[in-house]
Nanobody, 124 residues
Framework: QGQLVESGGGAVQAGGSLKLSCAAS????????MGWFRQAPGKEREFVAA????????NYADSIKGRFTISRDNAKNTVFLQMNSLKPEDTAVYYC?????????????????WGQGTQVTVSS
């Protein structure tokens, strides 16, 4: 599955936007489903969004639906998470994930690959 490297995190005020990127190494990127998870302080890691290898289907957590958009560019081995209308409760470390199984990338990413994470902080 190669290596996953996130970028684009930072600090923003409530209502603002950020775009996360995840660059994947390896020639098989386009065959993997990709996703984003997040972990807030004192909480368990949770699913945020996922996109199929083909880019034709996406899945979102209810908490971010309508505000976040996941996309991918297989030619550039990159997956993105556009985050709009950010709220303080979106503050977390965001992790990029890759998995060959759709059910796993939309739940806990068991058996999948993880990036190192990027911090997103939203102030009120």
């Amino acid at each position: 599955q190669g290596q996953l490297v996130e970028s684009g995190g930072g600090a923003v005020q409530a209502g603002g936007s950020l775009k996360l990127s995840c660059a994947a190494s390896g020639r098989t990127f386009s065959t993997y489903h990709m996703g984003w998870f997040r972990q807030a302080p004192g909480k368990e890691r949770e699913f945020v969004a996922a996109i199929r290898w083909s880019g034709q289907n996406t899945n979102y957590a209810d908490s971010i639906k309508g505000r976040f958009t996941i996309s991918r560019d297989n030619a550039k081995n990159t997956v993105f998470l556009q985050m709009n209308s950010l709220k303080p409760e979106d503050t977390a470390v965001y992790y990029c994930a890759a998995n060959g199984r759709w059910l796993r990338i939309t739940t806990t990413n068991d058996g999948g690959a993880w990036g190192q994470g990027t911090q997103v902080t939203v102030s009120s």
